[in-house]
């Protein structure tokens, strides 16, 4: 990754919203995100999705390894930006209580909560194999994007009601 995160993230943001630009489809937009989150970050072994569905997190778009296909709310790293509503950056997974190995190679993590009209409806996770991989550049670069990704979630609905209308 270039050596100024800030500017390298501002870049895939642009990416990232010219990419979405006009797609309501939120699977689809979360496929291209972990593609593009994926190949443009150094050091990264798993970027993908979890989908809120029926209590618990199911395994949506993603890149890297095979991974956990649920995961209760509350338990690993993933269900607990759940619980707890709120990022989960976390330096060494072997030092977070109930992490949930999915990847064996994986030592630290980020995870951010997706929302719409201020529910959880997903999240992103972000693995990798270095310890202390991600710091407050990536929590912020990473939240320009979510907030791109809600950005659609929210003009999906407003089209959708006026249908119903």
Known sequence: MAKNKPQHYAQLAQQVE?????E???VANMANISAILYWALDNVNWAGFYLLKEEQLVLGPFHGQPACIRIPIGKGVCGTA???????LIEDVHQFSGHITCDTASNSEIVLPIRQNNQIIAVLDIDSPD???FDLDDKSGLSQIV????ATICHAGEVEARRVV
């Open 82 to 88: 759940v619980s707890k509503n709120s990022i989960q």
């Open 24 to 26: 309501q489809d939120l």
């Open 18 to 22: 010219a990419i979405v630009a006009g």
């Open 131 to 133: 310890i202390a991989r």
């Open 147 to 150: 907030e791109i990704l809600q």
